[in-house]
């Protein structure tokens, strides 16, 4: 089957930043055509992570500890602005989720459910 399909915004791959993109863009008045080679739900590494979504969380987690572990383990070849910004980003993108109505377990006072991630210190949401 051919389909020609005209768009402002092509944004290949459907896996958590494809989909993130599509829908800012979305939101922002874009039209937006996403394609990826795998069907909806099973495409990218965080629907291979079987329900965990590695967040640092603000008033429970130490950022300086988080971003200290990963220049460690990182021997020297990342950033300390970019690990920051990317713990910062994950809490706001679950944050966003929550919202939306998103299934996140959580415990009975209403914060995340968490188990530990990969590596000493971190830890993951679950999102199941």
Do not use: H
């Amino acid at each position: 089957m051919e389909a020609i399909l005209t768009t402002d915004i092509l944004i290949i791959g459907g896996g958590m930043g494809g989909m993130m993109a599509a829908k800012t863009a979305a939101e922002k008045g874009q039209k937006v055509v996403l394609v990826d080679k795998a069907r909806a739900g099973t495409s990218g590494p965080t629907a291979f992570a079987a329900g965990d979504f590695l967040c640092w969380i603000p008033g429970e987690d130490s950022l300086d500890e988080w971003a200290d572990y990963y220049l460690d383990i990182g021997e020297g070849l990342n950033s300390r602005e970019w690990i920051t910004n990317l713990f910062q980003t994950n809490y706001e993108i679950i944050r966003e989720l929550d919202r939306e109505g998103y299934y996140l377990e959580k415990k009975l006072d209403g914060s995340y459910l968490r188990r530990g991630g990969r590596g000493r210190i971190t830890k993951c949401v679950l999102i199941p």
